[in-house]
């Protein structure tokens, strides 16, 4: 499977930003796609997921209701919307692909090359 992540870029404090990760591939071992980021000297956290039946998705607590995770099945694409932005959300958000509903990096087998968000105060 390979990703595609793109829809970064420099957004105010309190604004709002889509980004988007295209899949190709073997795409029909899809299970769970899931947004992760890694701010400058951190480790890499986990920001959402979603089964690709789109039964289930999860949030970190530090996006829960700001952020939201969805896909289109027909597009093989996955989308975080992401409003009242903040300037801790500041960082490389990667897509991933995984095939176990879980919030841990190292359960995502395939990953995008990542999209800078950087939100200004």
């Known amino acids: 499977v390979q990703l595609q992540a793109f829809g970064g870029g420099l957004v105010q404090a309190g604004g709002s930003l889509r980004l988007s990760c295209a899949a190709s591939g073997r795409t029909f071992s899809m299970n769970v796609m899931g947004w992760f980021r890694q701010a400058p000297g951190k480790e890499r956290e986990f920001v959402a997921t979603?089964?690709?039946?789109?039964?289930?998705?999860a949030y970190a607590e530090s996006v829960k209701g700001r952020f939201t995770i969805s896909r289109d099945s027909a597009k093989n694409t996955v989308y975080l919307q992401m409003n009242s932005l903040k300037p801790e959300d500041t960082a490389v958000y990667y897509c991933?692909?995984?095939?176990?509903?879980?919030?841990?990096?190292?359960?995502?087998?395939?990953w995008g090359q990542g999209t800078l968000v950087t939100v200004s105060s």
């Open positions: 991933a692909v995984g095939s176990w509903f879980t919030t841990r990096p190292n359960d995502y087998s395939y």
């Open positions: 979603i089964r690709w039946s789109g039964s289930s998705t």
